[in-house]
């Protein structure tokens, strides 16, 4: 299969909690990548993390990544409804070359 | 950022006739794009890589001769699928990079398939 697992599928919290989606891959990687897809659009790149680091922030986002269990997480601290989304995990499978999505998880944040 | 579009965002055909999207990298030169194919509620699925001037090379178990792509120009690629039927609907999206080592991948707007 192309893709890695996510989890929770689904994830549905109030405004002002925190939302933690997590991703598993299955190969050794160059970098990772989180993207956002609200319903029925195109894809919106969040941050990348590289295969050396093991934490980045970026305003409400923070994300980490243990290579050593292929994971990574995603933490979207006091959500809000906007946040509404679709979230996706997204590997280069090592090579570099080509991107690899994960399941993906649906968050819904209820005002 | 970098801008890649879509066109059409939305057509319906039907089942039998071929459709043809295409994807272009607005501002900047892409030298290789990619196509994805997204059902309801699932992730997206690598179909083909296509390098500028060079044969798409298929993801295993996308079929080369029902979705021909095209990648002509370094701003252009295109998509056809051939003999359309009602399994083919679906969400496709392209995704553009400008070469070189950048990890920098832009996607599409996504053009929603449906065939009749």
């Known amino acids: 299969s192309q893709q890695g697992e996510e989890d929770p599928q689904a994830l549905s919290i109030q405004e002002g909690e925190n939302a933690t989606m997590n991703c598993s891959y299955k190969t050794s990687i160059n970098n990772l990548q989180w993207y956002r897809q609200n319903s029925g659009r195109g894809l919106v790149h969040l941050i990348l993390?590289?295969?050396?680091?093991r934490e980045k922030h970026s305003g409400r986002l923070r994300v980490t990544l243990d290579t050593s269990k292929k994971s990574s997480s995603l933490l979207i601290t006091a959500s809000r409804a906007a946040d509404t989304a679709s979230y996706f995990c997204?590997?280069?499978?090592?090579?570099?070359?080509?991107?690899?999505f994960g399941a993906g998880t649906r968050l819904f944040v209820k005002a | 950022g970098a801008v890649v579009s879509q066109h059409p965002s939305r057509v319906i055909c039907k089942s039998g006739t071929s459709v043809k999207i295409e994807c272009r990298s607005l501002d900047f030169q892409a030298t290789t794009m990619f196509w994805y194919r997204q059902f309801p509620k699932q992730s997206l699925m690598l179909m083909a890589t296509s390098n500028e001037g060079s044969k798409a090379t298929y993801e295993q178990g996308v079929e080369k001769d029902k979705f021909l792509i095209n990648h002509a120009s370094l701003t252009l690629s295109t998509l056809t699928v051939t003999s359309a039927h009602p399994e083919d609907s679906s969400f496709y999206i392209c995704s553009a990079k400008s070469g070189g080592s950048s990890y920098e991948q832009y996607f599409g707007p996504g053009t929603r398939l449906t065939v009749t």
């Open positions: 997204a590997t280069d499978g090592g090579g570099g070359f080509k991107t690899i």
């Open positions: 993390i590289r295969s050396n680091e």
